[in-house]
């Protein structure tokens, strides 16, 4: 078992304890105490032009109980091009450890920082999104890759169970207000203010008067956006920025 110090465990298995079983209990104390939750971009994201192949390798760091700031992730993302784990952990829906010396072989104090032996994926499968996904990495001190192979081959219903917990408890508390596309910075603010005041029904004229732009620009801005998401028509933007709420 890990170290329990900081009380993460009891508080956790806390919070979950009506709907855990003791078999995933007992896993959750297997595999320790630090975990991280991050978003990532699927293909079809890069494929449709909305986000650039770097944005396929960067992850949002959403949450995590590490105790310190992890030598990659001091922006709030995780961007590394030669981690050949990125396009899986956004592609798969099951659990998988992490082959780290990629990592490692960047910033070869990562492990160090907290001894970690190894790492686990639980990619989420409780939410689908057609441009981005979701994922829980386990960073284990205890368990090296063999073992953390082991224990997910034994019990990967539990496993999943688990980083779906996890991930769904975040959510229903501050996880709601997350949005990819502007972590990204997809979208200009201008063009969606635009689009909103299209939206709220105000004409070209009354929205460039409104945001101090000639109409011209306006028509810009549309055009812009448009482009980016590849819409038929202005209906069609303005359906599909509020699908991706961007606007209301």
């Not at 306006?218 to 699908?243: F, P, T, W």
Request: proline residues 4%; hydrophobic residues 35%; contains cysteine.
């Amino acid at each position: 078992m890990v170290d329990d110090s900081y009380g993460y465990i009891s508080k956790v298995l806390e919070s979950q304890a009506s709907h855990w079983s003791s078999s995933q209990q007992d896993i959750f104390k297997k595999i320790g105490i630090y975990y991280t939750i991050y978003a990532g971009v699927k293909p079809l994201g890069h494929k449709h032009g909305l986000f650039s192949k770097k944005d396929t390798m960067t992850l949002d760091i959403l949450k995590t109980t590490l105790p310190v700031t992890l030598p990659l992730e001091k922006t709030g993302q995780y961007y590394n091009p030669y981690d050949h784990n990125i396009p899986r952990m956004v592609t798969e829906t099951t659990p998988f450890v992490y082959d780290n010396y990629c990592r490692i072989s960047k910033n070869n104090d990562v492990s160090a920082l907290l001894r970690l032996k190894g790492a686990l994926i639980i990619p989420v499968t409780s939410t689908v999104h057609s441009h981005h996904t979701f994922v829980v990495i386990f960073y284990s001190p205890k368990l090296t890759p063999i073992e953390l192979k082991g224990l997910t081959s034994l019990h990967q219903e539990d496993i999943q169970f688990i980083g779906n917990s996890l991930f769904d408890e975040w959510y229903n508390g501050q996880g709601r207000e997350f949005n990819i596309f502007f972590s990204r910075s997809i979208f200009c603010p201008r063009s969606l203010q635009v689009a909103q005041s299209f939206a709220d029904g105000f004409t070209t004229k009354e929205t460039a008067k409104k945001l101090c732009v000639t109409e011209s620009g306006v028509q810009y801005h549309l055009d812009h956006l448009r482009k980016i998401l590849g819409a038929r028509n202005r209906s069609h933007m303005l359906v599909e920025l509020m699908r991706k709420k961007v606007i209301q």
